[in-house]
């Protein structure tokens, strides 16, 4: 049975261009193979993955004294410049500059308007990444953001581009763990980007929201969705046991903890197949990037891996009834 994401992924740039895709990681895997230290001509053991670039490494691993044909030589892209990630760099290579989640762009509106921000609000950001929505926002509004980001590596490149912009004091981004929220002060409005769901002590975190935001404050969040009926799925249950504390609230049960907390969802946004269909053009400008002639190095391979992987198991849990929502609430 073929793999759901390269069924949707076909579907929706080609059948070239996503074998052109896979060319390209094929071609990555090699180099990871031959040239890094788990080669096993140096002794030791092989990296392993669950992902696209599983097989390929694997077919290398079977191959171990295998070497680089004249057609390979031939056919595969020139590469002439070392490239080493920044934090949340592969993403942004996927949804644009600023950006380390998909549709930020287009959410942008979405999450901005409804709370008519104006220079006198504050706002708390869960899930600042690198800073993008936020600078953005306070340039157009005056707006005073608190970001917080729960990656430490991308919360300190984020500050030091909102500093580079001259956007330190209005839009800074620090890290933190969203299971022990601390702030020290109350906001008008909260912002987060798929935050809840991997979220250990849920109850904790919309606790603490509850208590340091003010009286008729306002909330607008994406997360995944699951209910219950889908739990037991064989893609849904690989995601949810490879993803860190993933554990995504039901529909119900997102509007009853929510309502626990002082807080009612006005609305609930489906907007799954819009969100699938950006992983695929995400994946898309991914592989427009790697074919300009950047060469990852080893780290980085490692990351693309990785990340590559992870939309994988999110793009075939969505395809077995897991859901993207935008919510928007008041207090």
């Not at 049975?1 to 996503?18: A, F, R």
């Not at 109850?203 to 607008?220: D, E, F, N, S």
């Amino acid at each position: 049975m073929q793999n759901p994401i390269i069924s949707y992924l076909e579907t929706h740039l080609g059948k070239d261009t996503w074998k052109e895709l896979g060319q390209h990681l094929r071609y990555l895997a090699e180099d990871f193979w031959f040239d890094g230290p788990w080669n096993p001509l140096l002794q030791k053991r092989p990296a392993t993955f669950d992902g696209p670039v599983a097989t390929a490494t694997v077919a290398a691993a079977a191959s171990p004294t295998k070497t680089k044909t004249d057609t390979q030589a031939a056919t595969k892209p020139k590469n002439t410049t070392s490239w080493h990630a920044q934090p949340g760099e592969i993403s942004e290579k996927m949804w644009g500059e600023g950006e380390v989640a998909p549709l930020d762009l287009f959410l942008y509106d979405k999450l901005i308007i409804p709370l008519a921000l104006n220079s006198n609000m504050s706002v708390l950001d869960m899930s600042a990444g690198l800073g993008g929505r936020m600078r953005r926002t306070t340039e157009e509004l005056g707006v005073y953001f608190t970001g917080l980001e729960p990656d430490p590596e991308i919360a300190k490149r984020g500050m030091e581009l909102s500093v580079r912009a001259g956007k330190g004091k209005k839009a800074p981004i620090e890290h933190y763990d969203p299971s022990h929220l601390k702030v020290s002060r109350t906001y008008d409005c909260v912002i987060a980007r798929e935050t809840f769901y991997r979220v250990p002590d849920q109850v904790a975190c919309l606790q603490a929201i509850g208590k340091c935001t003010k009286p008729r404050a306002q909330i607008v969040f994406t997360d995944y969705i699951l209910n219950p009926e889908d739990r037991e799925k064989p893609a849904i249950k690989t995601w949810l046991s490879s993803e860190k504390g993933a554990n995504p609230f039901s529909l119900i049960e997102m509007a009853e903890a929510w309502a626990k907390v002082g807080f009612n969802i006005r609305i609930s946004e489906d907007l799954t197949d819009i969100y699938k269909a950006e992983i695929a053009n995400g994946m898309k400008r991914l592989l427009v990037f790697l074919s300009q002639g950047a060469k990852p190095d080893e780290e980085t391979k490692v990351a693309l891996a990785k990340r590559i992987d992870t939309w994988n198991r999110r793009t075939a849990a969505m395809e077995q009834g897991m859901k993207f929502f935008r919510f928007y609430g008041t207090k």
